[in-house]
């Protein structure tokens, strides 16, 4: 039994199908073969991948450059008996260590949801007798009986099927549901078009049928999902990368200067326990010990942020990420668009008409050239709409969150259109005076539904696909209500059009019954019907995700729809959407289908991926694919998605995006981030946040690598003077924790800047400093080295003991940085340009600093632990001097990059002009 796992049961026939699984298909399996074959195919369960256990996973979380970096620093203040400072520095690790073992547990949460998906219960055919019974002990072989609202227990080759519709939205994107039969399909059928089989976890809308289990558990279509999402890979976000090669960098960076400073300290003849402290001194000062916590901080604080707009970030680096972000993947059912089908386009007495307002809500007008108009006067308009209300099984109602459809989507566009036409077609007034006496279910080999109804006179009303009913007449409804010869050619060619813009397109008829009618069958409407016209419908696009497109655009970042719908309908939506910019107006996009992407070599595919916009029809792993192809070209992905079919994908895209409200347990558990509006929208608002993350943490560096830089250069030219120390290790320390902590944690606090969402999105091999952001960290770390190694010489030219000079080259760091926080408050523009006091973090901090400065001065308990000493107001001038020209120093330095930027802008201009 076994090797006929993976098999393609949708193109047998069948009879070969149960002989292959050996069963009966009218008494199903024995008690005894039920048990043989639990034994040998297990129960009907995911199973959960064994992974890298839970101290290994914590265990892990340090295994990082700057980590390490950390706990050396850890043990050097060990070494000093700084105990306090060692605790605070490894607190810092391992929080930071605490929150990625638990955000990293994503990929087993989502294998959760995945075995909580399969939990459901079956009514089964046994020995003959018909049982409801857990789902997880079907087993290959077993006849299963499906009725509306079933949950599908496992994968199914269907042997009957009565008007039976399932969703299939959350395996295939399929924004309706799909029609379901028994007869044998091609070989080479795709996934989505597999229309004799039913896939383990989708949902029955409709009707009802019979199934021969054909596959449980790992083996069924969720299950080989389940083993992409077990296998697909998890990418490091960009900061995470970049922060990797910084700290390589930092690391050898330290360690050779440490080396050097020892090596020349030597030549000159100093003691090694001199050179010794010198050394350890230069690695304390130059570790950022501040950089995990604000990192930690400045992401902490960005999921705040987007929380508040309807963003659940599952993941902390995921909020830089969005920053990064240069393609958007996106679903197209529930994402893009509104996941309820809309009647757009009305065809009556050879005439055209538009449908307004989307959704179920009932809201909306019917228009000809842009003008209201009276269906009264058009008696075959009226009738076309009062056939889609009466031969019609759903219903409309109001719910809390808005309007709802009880019943099949389409119908229930069909109900919305007619009320749009007014009180004249409203649902209960109509089934009052033309009460239904009869009807004829709709069967997927007969593509129609019609229904009997009385009233003035008794008429038979049919609605369904275009051929099946355009077969069945001979006349047409003019406006007038008289009946005239139909053309076919003419009805073909407007359906062709209304095709072409992606409706999906219904036709309507009716014929008088006899008087005596109660009841219909399908004689009755084979023939001599008269045509009422066409209904065209589509899933419309949300307003909100057309302008979150526009923004995105503007924004740099490139938009592609990966759908399981068709192509023509995706194109059409892609148009409305605005998704190619490069297209004339009404142009739609190309669509390139699942079937077209198989046929590809993994060049073809990769440039098919980076070119393309719209991609329709396509399976998961096709999905993960495309994320694959744009990522090796350089790209940072997001994709969003609310299936079950787009768990692959979120999970090895470099960031997901799940819909809170349509999305499935599994996509969420698998995405970084989850929209609680379902509104695309959304994922521009986290974007612009994630860019305002990035930069203020970028300010936030570029603010604390001078401090460290310039204690640095201030070890090593007192080493290579044969001086002594300007700032001990323990007053390095304490220059470090203190900054690091009161002042530049503020810039977390920072508001985004003006136009963030006008420039492109960072390149994503750009390193995190640009050449601008490391000539001004240069740049003030020389001032730092200059004014506090100038300071502490002329101190002691002056008289001043040592304390007192090493108090004042530490106060020289601690005032210079404070006005250079200010500078920093952008990295662009003045701070008077951002508002004075739009952060009001940045003042706390200065005072707070000025406060701690002032006890580490003329405290005696401090003046004990960090070997300073009070000095006079007059040095306190000459530190503030210092502060001053470090300000307007910096200020001048963007004031030239800005006027630099505007005239290379300018000669732009000048050139394409």
Not at 1 to 21: A, I
Not at 450 to 457: N, R, W
Not at 656 to 681: Q, R, Y
């Amino acid at each position: 039994m076994k090797t006929l796992l993976g098999k393609h049961w949708h193109h047998l026939p069948q009879d070969e199908v149960l002989h292959l699984l050996d069963t009966d298909q009218a008494k199903g399996l024995d008690r005894f073969e039920v048990a043989n074959r639990q034994q040998d195919f297990g129960l009907n369960i995911l199973t959960q991948r064994k992974g890298q256990g839970p101290l290994l996973r914590f265990l892990l979380q340090f295994h990082q450059v700057l980590v390490y970096i950390l706990l050396a620093a850890v043990f050097v203040k060990l070494l000093l008996g700084a105990w306090v400072d060692a605790g605070v520095i490894f607190g810092v690790v391992l929080l930071n260590s605490i929150i990625g073992f638990l955000q990293e547990n994503k990929a087993l949460s989502a294998l959760a949801a995945l075995t909580r998906a399969m939990t459901t219960t079956a009514t089964v055919l046994r020995y003959g007798e018909k049982h409801r019974i857990d789902a997880k002990e079907l087993v290959p072989g077993d006849i299963v009986l499906l009725a509306s609202g079933d949950k599908v227990p496992a994968d199914l080759r269907l042997l009957q099927s009565r008007n039976l519709q399932i969703d299939e939205a959350a395996l295939t994107g399929e924004s309706v549901p799909v029609e379901k039969k028994p007869d044998v399909l091609d070989h080479d059928t795709d996934l989505a078009d597999r229309v004799n089989m039913a896939f383990s976890s989708t949902l029955v809308t409709y009707g009802a049928g019979v199934g021969v289990v054909t596959a449980t558990g790992d083996d069924t279509e969720i299950g080989r999902i389940s083993e992409l999402i077990a296998t697909a890979e998890v990418l490091a976000t960009p900061l995470t990368r970049k922060i990797a090669r910084f700290s390589h960098i930092l690391l050898f960076v330290i360690l050779g200067l440490a080396a050097l400073t020892f090596l020349v300290g030597l030549f000159h003849g100093q003691g090694l326990i001199d050179l010794f402290m010198a050394a350890v001194a230069l690695a304390v000062a130059m570790i950022p010990e501040g950089l995990p916590a604000a990192l930690t901080i400045t992401l902490a604080i960005g999921v705040a942020r987007m929380a508040k707009r309807h963003a659940i970030i599952r993941r902390l680096p995921a909020v830089e990420t969005l920053g990064s972000i240069t393609v958007i993947c996106s679903d197209k059912t529930g994402t893009l668009t509104r996941n309820e089908m809309t009647v757009q386009q009305l065809w009556a007495a050879g005439e055209s008409y538009d449908v307004s307002g989307i959704g179920y809500a009932p809201v909306g007008e019917i228009q000809r050239d842009n003008h209201v108009i009276d269906i009264g006067r058009n008696q075959a308009l009226t009738e076309l709409l009062r056939a889609g209300l009466l031969c019609n099984d759903a219903v409309l109602k109001q719910g809390e969150t808005g309007w709802v459809i009880e019943g099949d989507p389409t119908e229930g566009a069909l109900l919305v259109a007619a009320s749009k036409a007014g009180a004249s077609l409203d649902a209960r007034a109509a089934n009052l005076t033309h009460p239904r006496l009869d009807a004829i279910p709709f069967e997927s080999q007969h593509q129609y539904m019609a229904t009997l109804h009385d009233g003035e006179q008794k008429m038979i009303y049919l609605k369904g696909a275009m051929e099946s009913v355009l077969a069945r007449c001979d006349r047409v409804l003019a406006a007038d209500g008289s009946s005239k010869p139909l053309d076919h050619a003419v009805v073909e060619a407007q359906v062709e059009a209304m095709a072409g813009r992606g409706l999906r397109v219904l036709a309507m008829a009716r014929r008088v019954a006899a008087p005596g009618s109660t009841a219909i069958d399908h004689d009755d409407v084979g023939q001599g019907l008269s045509l009422l016209g066409l209904q065209g419908m589509i899933d419309p696009p949300r307003e909100e995700a057309i302008q979150a497109v526009n923004v995105c655009h503007t924004a740099g970042v490139k938009v592609k729809m990966i759908t399981g719908d068709h192509a023509i309908t995706a194109a059409a939506i892609a148009r409305q959407i605005g998704l190619d910019k490069t297209l004339a107006a009404g142009e739609n996009p190309k669509a390139l289908t699942g079937s077209q992407l198989q046929t590809m070599s993994d060049a073809q595919f990769t440039e098919a991926a980076a070119t393309t916009a719209v991609f329709a029809r396509v399976t998961p792993e096709q999905k993960l694919r495309l994320v694959q192809a744009l990522q090796a070209r350089g790209e940072v992905v997001a994709m969003t998605g609310d299936g079950v079919n787009d768990a692959p994908a979120l999970r090895r895209a470099d960031i997901g995006v799940a819909m809170g409200i349509t999305g499935t347990e599994v996509s969420k558990e698998a995405a970084d981030m989850v929209l609680t509006d379902d509104n695309f929208a959304s994922i521009e608002a986290a974007v612009e946040e994630g860019r305002g993350v990035f930069d203020n943490l970028i300010k936030f560096i570029t603010w604390i690598l001078p401090t460290n830089a310039g204690q640095g250069l201030v070890i090593i030219v007192a080493v290579m003077a044969a001086q002594p120390l300007p700032v001990l290790p323990v007053q390095a320390l304490w220059i470090n924790m203190t900054t690091a902590v009161l002042l530049g944690l503020t810039l977390v606090f920072e508001p985004r800047e003006p136009g963030i969402m006008n420039r492109p999105p960072r390149l994503p091999d750009a390193p995190i400093l640009s050449g601008e952001m490391i000539f001004r960290i240069v740049l003030v770390g020389l001032m730092l080295l200059a004014g506090s190694f100038g300071l502490f010489k002329w101190a002691l030219y002056r008289g001043l003991d040592l304390e007192e000079a090493r108090t004042i080259a530490v106060g020289v760091f601690a005032v210079g940085q404070s006005f250079y926080l200010l500078n920093c408050r952008s990295l662009k523009f003045s701070m008077f340009r951002l508002g004075l006091f739009s952060n009001p973090w940045i003042w706390g901090g200065i005072a707070a600093m000025a406060a701690t400065q002032w006890l580490f001065t003329y405290s005696p308990t401090m003046n004990r632990l960090f070997h300073s000493a009070p000095i006079s107001l007059m040095e306190w001038g000459y530190i503030m001097v210092v502060g001053m020209v470090i300000y307007l120093v910096i200020g001048g330095e963007k004031a030239f990059w800005r006027w630099r930027h505007r005239r290379n802008e300018f000669e732009n201009h000048k050139k394409i002009a």
